[in-house]
């Protein structure tokens, strides 16, 4: 299986991983802050949906746009709504993400090599950019599970 074929089945593959993480989940219990301070489960939920629009502009400029120059993506905590049902959120992210794929799945493999310049001035490729999107999506996976663990 190719590299570009694992990316995609990994960002295809997480509404489904959020979707069991939080099944049967009160909004109060997802809402629920863990002991050490970090995000709530449903804050790490409303960041991947907020993220997901703000990434897929990205990734559209890399597509159209001769090296561009891509700032970082900083948390918008105020898009955080710990007071929404699981299930909303995740129907937002789900839209997002099918979106999102539904570009991916579109570029020709020379387009998985166009380049672009990260907020340090280090060399990127779309490929890579995609491989930082599904690590995101691992990292805030993990966070969840912590969460709910109350750790």
Known sequence: MSTRAVLLKSLGSTSGDLR?????RSVAALAQRPQNG??????CLSHLHDIE???LERLRRVASEENPFLPGIHPDESAHNALESADAILAGFESARRTTLEFL??????DWQRPAVRKDGSPATMRSLVQLLAHHDIEHTEQIVKALAGD
């Open 38 to 43: 970090n995000w709530s489960a449903a804050e």
């Open 20 to 24: 069991r993480l939080v099944k049967g």
């Open 105 to 110: 799945e579109a570029l020709t493999p020379g």
């Open 53 to 55: 629009g703000r990434y």
